[in-house]
DNA sequence: GGATAATCGAGACGGTACGTCAAGTCTTCTT
DNA sequence: AAGAAGACTTGACGTACCGTCTCGATTATCC
C-alpha cells in the first residue's frame, strides 16, 4: 500500500531550469520532460505548508484531515491523493520540508557543552509549535511504520549523524572512556527529553539538559571504582 | 453527563446486600442502591474485554472504533456512549482495568537491583500484546490531554510512589546520596526505554535495563571527583 | 398487538362510587376490586392532557414522543407503554378525552341553517389549536387503521347520528325530498370543508358552511326538471 | 444547500454534446457544462424509483426511511441526502416523477360528462397501489408544509388547471352559469372523493363521481327557484 | 398484621434510523 | 498529462426514541 515515503516526491524539480546556454531555436531543455501540463510547484509547497500550518493549530495526526488540507491550500482533494499515497506519506514529507536545520551540533571543545548546548535547542523546539508536529508524527507513527521510519530518516538520524562526531571528539579528546555504545548514550541523554515531551508528567525546561549531561556524561566520565 | 474519566466506573463493587449481622430490626443496609435498572456488570466487563482485544490486534487509537468494540462485546452501542463519553474515556478505563499489578517493586536489598528488575519487567510488557495498549494510549493521548492524563493518573503514578519507596531506601542505606531529585532520576531511567519504545530506532532487550541502571545509578554513587 | 383501541382503557371507572344501599358493616363495595396498587388517575389525566398539549404545540403524530410525553405529564415511560399499546391508541384516548362536545346541532327549524351552524362550528374548531389534533390523527391515521377507526367511532359516527335526524327533520318537514342518501349527502356537506383542511390550498372561512348548503342542500331541493 | 423542492432536479436534460453542426469552428456546445463529475442519472432515477416502491408497499410516510431507500436503490444513503434535503422532498419529486398524465381531462362537448370521466379516474387511481402514495404525501404533509405545498404544485395545480377549462367550456355553453367561483365547485366535486378516501369511513366507488357530478353540477345548472 | 399483588418511579438495555463527516475513487472539463 | 471540480461508495460518528427489562418503593386487598 505506502509507497516509498522517503523518496522525494518533488521529482520534475530537476532542472528544466537550467536553460542551458546554445543557440537552440526551439525547446532547448536538456532533460526530457514528459508531455502533459507540468506539476505545479505552487500546488505542491501550498499542501505542505497547509500541512504543517494544521498540524500546529488544531489537533493531532488523526484529526488532521486531507479534506481540510486540500481546501485549505485551495487545491482540489485528487491533486493531494496524486502525488502522496497517505496520509503519512504527507506529514512525513511536509515534516521535512519544515525541518529546518536548527538543531546543528556546535564544536565548543568540550562535549558536556556540546551535548547540553543542542539538548537545549531540541527541548526549545519541542516546546514550540513545532513541537506539535513532531509529537503528531510520533503519535500517528505509533500505528503507521511508515511514518515512523520517516521521522527517524529524516529526523533522526541525521542529527545522530552529528552526535556521533560529537561524542567521538569528547573519546579523542578523552572526556569520555573509549569503547562506549554511542547509540546507548545518545539514547541516555534524549530518552528523559522525550519522555516528558510525551507523557508531559514534568516540566520540559531548559537546564533539563544540562542536568541529563551532568548525571550521564559526568558518570561515564567516572567509571565506577567499586 | 460528562464523567470523571479517572473515577471509578465501577461503582456498587462491595454490596452489602446481606447486611444483617447485628441486632437491628429493619433496614441495615448500609449502602442505599438507586432506583432503576442496575448497571449490567456483564456488559460494562465485556465491552471493557473487547476495548483491550481489539487494542492488542488491529492498529491504534484511532483505529479503533466504539462502533465495531460494541459489536464485538456484543452489545448496543448506546450502552458504550451511555458510560463513557469519549473514545478516549473508554480506552483510559479499559486500560486501567486491564493493568494487572505485574510491575510491582521487589525488595532484594539493593537499589540497582530492585529497580533493574522492575525495569526489565516494564520492557518485557512493552515488547508484550499489552505493549501495543500502551503505544495506543500515549499516541491518543498526544492529542487528548485527558487520555494522557488517564495514563499518568492510572499508570504512571502509582508505579512511581513505590519507586520512590524502592530509591529512598537506596538512600536510607547509603546507596545513593541524598538530596537527589527523584523524579529526575526516574526519568533518567525511563526515559530510554520509553524512546526506543516510541521511536523504535534500537533493540529493546532485558538487558537495556541493566545497563540503563549501571550508568544512571551507579553514576549517582560516584559523584565525580573533578 | 394492537389491544382494543376503542375500548374503555378506564376500565374499573366502573361504580365502585354507587355504594349500593345495604347494611353492610365493612367495605361494601359491591364490585370486586383486584388487589394491589390501583392505577393512578391522576397519572392516567396527566398523561393525556401531555399528550393533548403536545399535539397542539409541536408538530404531527410521528413527531410526536412517548419519551416526551412522558417527561412532560412527570411519569415514568412505562407508566405509559402499561395502558396504551401504541402511540396510536394513546392519541386515539386523548382525542376523544378532549373532544368536547361543542359540535352539537341545533334544531332552528330549518336544516339549511341547522347544518351551517354546525359546519360553521366544526370550521372555527379545524381552525383551532384542536384542528391541529384532527390533523395529526387524521396524518396518523393513514399509515394505521385503528387510529382512523379511532377517529371515526369517537368523532365522526357520534356527530353523523345527530346530523342523521336533522337531515330527517328537513325531510319530514318537506325541505329534503325522500329518499335520499344521507351518507352520500353529508360527505357532500362536509367533504369540502375537509379538502380545504387537509390540502390547505385555500382559505376556510366561515362562510364557506353557507356556501356549501346553498350549493347542495338548495340542490336537493330543486330536482333536474331536464 | 437547501434546495428547492419544487424545482426540477432533473438538470442537464437536454445535453447537446454533439453539437456541431454549422460552420462554427470550435466549440459550439451551447450549454455550458460544469466541470466535474456529472451526476448519475442512473442513481437518480433508481432513488426515485425505490422512494414510489416503498411507498406502494410498506406503510406511510413516517415508515418510510432514507436507510431503507438507500439500500433498496443501491446507492450510498449520502447520495440520497447530497440530492434532498429532506424526506419530504425527496417524497415529492419521486411522486411527481411517478404522476404519470393520466388524469388527462377529456372533452366529449358535456361538463358533467367531462368531469365525470376524470373524477372517476381519480377515484380509480386513489383506489390502487398509487393511492397509498398520495395517502403517505397528504399525511406526511399534515406536518410538513413543503411537502404539502409540493403535494399542490405538482398535482393539484396543474391539473386544476385543466378543469378550469372544462368547466370553462360548460359556461361557454350555458351548462353552467356564469360568474360561479370555480374553486369552489371543484372544492365540492373533489371533496367527497378526498373525504372518503382519507376518513375511509364508506366505499369509495366509481359511481360516486356521477352522483356529486348529478348534485352539484345540476344544482348548478338549476339555480334556485325560491 | 403479615402475605400477596399490582402500580409507579427510575433508569439501563438491545435496537433502528437518523443526518453528518471524511475517506478514497472515479469521471468530466479545463489548462 | 495535470489540475480543478465534484459526484460516488463506504463506514463510523454521536444522538434520539423505540419498546423491553429489572429494580425499589408504594398502596392496596386478602387471609
Same mark, same amino acid.
Given at each position: 500500500?505506502a509507497?516509498n515515503v522517503v523518496?522525494?516526491?518533488? *521529482? ?15 525547446? @532547448?531543455?536538456? $532533460? ?30 488523526? @484529526?488532521?484531515?486531507? @479534506?481540510?488540507? #486540500? *481546501?485549505?491550500?485551495?487545491? #482540489?482533494?485528487?491533486?493531494? !491523493? ?6 503519512a506519506a504527507? $506529514?512525513a ?8 536545520? @536548527?538543531? &546543528? ?14 539538548? &537545549?535547542? =531540541? ?6 509549535? &513545532?513541537?506539535? $508536529? ?6 500517528? +507513527?505509533?500505528?503507521? /511504520?511508515e511514518? =515512523?521510519?520517516a ?22 579528546? +578523552?572526556?569520555? /572512556?573509549? +569503547? ?9 541523554? !534524549?530518552?528523559?527529553? !522525550?519522555?516528558?515531551?510525551?507523557? &508531559?508528567?514534568?516540566? =520540559? ?9 551532568? =548525571? $550521564? ?10
Open positions: 500500500m509507497q523518496a522525494q516526491n518533488n *521529482a520534475g524539480s530537476a532542472a528544466p531550469r537550467t536553460g542551458s546556454s546554445g543557440t537552440n531555436k526551439k525547446k @532547448e531543455t536538456c $532533460v526530457k520532460r514528459s508531455p502533459g501540463r507540468p506539476r505545479s510547484e505552487e500546488s505542491r509547497l501550498s499542501i505542505l505548508r497547509s500541512t504543517i500550518k494544521m498540524l500546529k493549530e488544531d489537533g493531532g495526526f488523526s @484529526e488532521l484531515s486531507i @479534506e481540510a488540507i #486540500a *481546501a485549505d491550500a485551495n487545491v #482540489a482533494k485528487t491533486t493531494v !491523493y496524486r502525488w502522496w499515497p497517505t496520509k504527507l $506529514v514529507d511536509a515534516f521535512s520540508h519544515s525541518a529546518a536545520d @536548527e538543531l &546543528r551540533f556546535p564544536d565548543t571543545g568540550s562535549v558536556v557543552s556540546d551535548m547540553g548546548l543542542q539538548m &537545549r535547542r =531540541l527541548i526549545q523546539i519541542l516546546r514550540s509549535k &513545532r513541537g506539535r $508536529v513532531v509529537s503528531a508524527l510520533l503519535a500517528g +507513527g505509533q500505528s503507521d /511504520p511514518l =515512523l521510519k521521522f527517524r530518516d529524516r529526523f533522526l538520524w541525521p542529527r545522530r549523524q552529528h552526535a556521533y562526531q560529537t561524542l567521538q571528539r569528547g573519546i579523542d579528546r +578523552g572526556e569520555l /572512556p573509549a +569503547g562506549i555504545n554511542l547509540d546507548f548514550i545518545l539514547d541516555s541523554l !534524549y530518552g528523559p527529553i !522525550y519522555l516528558r515531551f510525551i507523557i &508531559r508528567h514534568d516540566k =520540559l525546561e531548559d537546564r533539563l539538559a544540562d542536568e541529563i549531561c551532568a =548525571l $550521564v556524561l559526568k558518570g561515564l566520565k567516572n567509571p565506577p571504582q567499586s
